[in-house]
């Protein structure tokens, strides 16, 4: 059962709460199912202003959709499509401040002002990509992408 975590008053402050309780939303041995859809829940309970996050798996081929929290959801997403098709091929972050102006971007929540992707390398392979978007532009910045950044590391070390 969740018991709810006091938030901090800044980005930073909760990105460093939410790191320091990682390791009960991402457990050795549970169900990748499990692990992901609370891993989900976990991050949509501590980033403030998000309409979207959760993750797409790679089949070698395409992103497919995995767990998440928000609305429905594009279920696949070819290599260089889109902000989640372009870090999976890409292999790096996007931190996009504008979807409106990223080439080819695709828009499953036309809600969505700005999103941020970080790609799930195992063993320098591509895994899948984490992906969160908000309803604000310019949302996401370098301190998103270093802190989500080491929640997948954290993923990828645990659970992959």
Not at 14 to 34: F, G, K, M, P, Q
Request: with cysteine; net charge negative.
């Amino acid at each position: 059962m969740f018991t709810a975590i006091p938030k901090g008053s800044t980005k930073q402050e909760n990105y460093d709460i939410l790191l320091s309780h990682l390791d009960h939303y991402i457990v050795r041995d549970e169900a990748l199912i499990t692990t992901l859809s609370n891993l989900a829940a976990y991050l949509n309970y501590f980033l403030d202003d998000i309409n979207w996050v959760g993750f797409y798996l790679y089949d070698g081929e395409k992103l497919f959709l995995g767990p998440f929290q928000g609305l429905p959801a594009c279920t696949l997403i070819q290599l260089g499509s889109g902000v989640c098709g372009n870090a999976a091929k890409d292999q790096k972050s996007y931190v996009v401040p504008d979807v409106d102006a990223f080439p080819g971007h695709i828009a499953c929540d036309g809600a969505s002002k700005s999103e941020i992707v970080i790609p799930i390398l195992v063993k320098d392979k591509l895994w899948g990509v984490l992906d969160i978007d908000s309803p604000s532009l310019a949302r996401f910045d370098d301190t998103d992408r270093v802190h989500l950044e080491k929640v997948v590391r954290k993923l990828v070390d645990i659970a992959l």
